[in-house]
């Protein structure tokens, strides 16, 4: 499926969904917390390549306790050029900074510079 959105709009959208919430609200067992990631891939980039690098994401909710799923949208028709929308579920903040700290996440730091050519992300609770 491909989205036609600009970056913008995906703001726009994720904003409107959490604007009633107050602080209080956030540590509601029913909230999830979102981080949401769009990938440009780099030039000439093999398909191999990118589905490895899209792969490790895949594994993390296996792996991550408190990160619900992972789902990755092609938005190749951004207005914004971006190629791909990946978008993690956390059940908490803490379940966050456990991922952010897992050995995987650190391998997807290292690697994103050598597939990446641009990125972006926004975060919100839904």
Do not use: C
Not at 36 to 59: E, H, I, M, R, T
Not at 72 to 90: A, T
Not at 107 to 122: A, E, M, R, W
Request: avoid cysteine; hydrophobic fraction near 40%; proline fraction near 3%.
């Amino acid at each position: 499926m491909k989205l036609s959105l600009s970056v913008p709009i995906l703001l726009l959208i994720a904003f409107a969904q959490t604007s009633q919430m107050t602080a209080q609200d956030t540590s509601a067992s029913d909230s999830l917390f979102v981080h949401a990631l769009l990938y440009k891939w780099s030039d000439n980039l093999s398909l191999d390549k990118k589905n490895d690098f899209l792969n490790l994401f895949k594994g993390l909710p296996k792996k991550i306790d408190g990160l619900q799923n992972v789902g990755i949208m092609d938005v190749s028709s951004s207005k914004d050029g971006f190629d791909n929308l990946l978008v993690l579920r956390f059940t908490s903040i803490e379940a966050l900074n456990r991922y952010q700290g897992h050995p995987d996440h650190h391998l997807i730091d290292s690697i994103g510079p050598t597939v990446l050519k641009q990125y972006n992300y926004f975060r919100y609770w839904e």
